[in-house]
């Protein structure tokens, strides 16, 4: 079983819909979350990123993370054509430096007009 | 501001052949960490430079080397390659003791 469970979808929605994507995962040390979108032929970009349980807003998007169940979300809100991407969450145990993030495979998000 | 460069594209080699990559961080961000990107694996951790010093390694066979320079640049060198050695190779930095990562665009490495 891998340490963090990401389903590769594609998930295919219309624009102005709302998104939910989810993560799972079985270290009950990791206390850094985190949710990259990676464009074709790019690197990821970091989106956003949480410490513990809770919920973090930035404008359309919202993280949610779950730590009682091991399970963390991220919600785009108004979705456009221009996040059609894909969606990788990332995880780390260490305060302070990050050392590595264990990532999920990605979720591939298309936005369709 | 400029992002992580990493060099070259993309690179062509053969089976058995040597690879090196390289990566320029983010001015001002001391760490570089190397990730492996292939198709339906996801990104895995391959090694973490700070300050010149390897400080943590993925799981991935002795072959896998690098090093930083002073500048705080980083290469990737790939040893006897192997097909299955054909992925992306991302590059990241971070400033010292944060974990916002921060990654360049990649060097595509196809091994026939």
């Not at chain 1, 989810?22 to 985190?34: D, G, K, P, R």
């Not at chain 1, 970091?46 to 998007?61: A, I, P, Q, V, W």
């Not at chain 2, 320029?24 to 960490?33: D, E």
């Not at chain 2, 090694?47 to 400080?55: I, T, V």
């Amino acid at each position: 079983q891998k340490e963090v469970e990401q389903d590769p979808g594609p998930l295919s929605v219309p624009e102005g819909a709302i998104v939910s994507l989810n993560c799972t995962y079985s270290n009950s040390a990791f206390q850094y979350f985190m949710w990259y979108r990676q464009y074709s032929r790019k690197g990821p970009e970091l989106l956003m990123y949480t410490y513990s349980s809770g919920n973090k807003e930035d404008g359309r998007f919202t993280a949610q993370v779950d730590k009682s169940s091991k399970y963390i979300s991220l919600f785009i809100r108004d979705s456009q054509p221009s996040d059609s991407a894909t969606y990788l969450c990332a995880m780390s145990a260490l305060a302070g430096t990050a050392s590595k993030l264990t990532f999920g495979t990605g979720t591939r998000l298309q936005v369709t007009l | 501001e400029a992002g992580v460069t990493q060099s070259p594209t993309h690179l062509i080699k053969t089976r058995g052949q040597q690879a090196t990559l390289r990566c320029s961080p983010i001015s001002g961000h001391t760490s570089v960490y190397w990730y492996q990107q292939a198709l339906g694996l996801g990104l895995q951790f391959l090694l973490w430079y700070d300050e010149g010093e390897e400080r943590n390694r993925g799981n991935f066979p002795p072959r896998f080397s690098g090093r930083q320079f002073p500048n705080y640049s980083s290469e990737l060198n790939v040893n006897a390659l192997e097909l299955e050695d054909s992925a992306l190779y991302l590059c990241a930095s971070s400033l010292p003791d944060s974990y916002e990562q921060y990654f360049g665009p990649g060097t595509r490495l196809t091994v026939t």
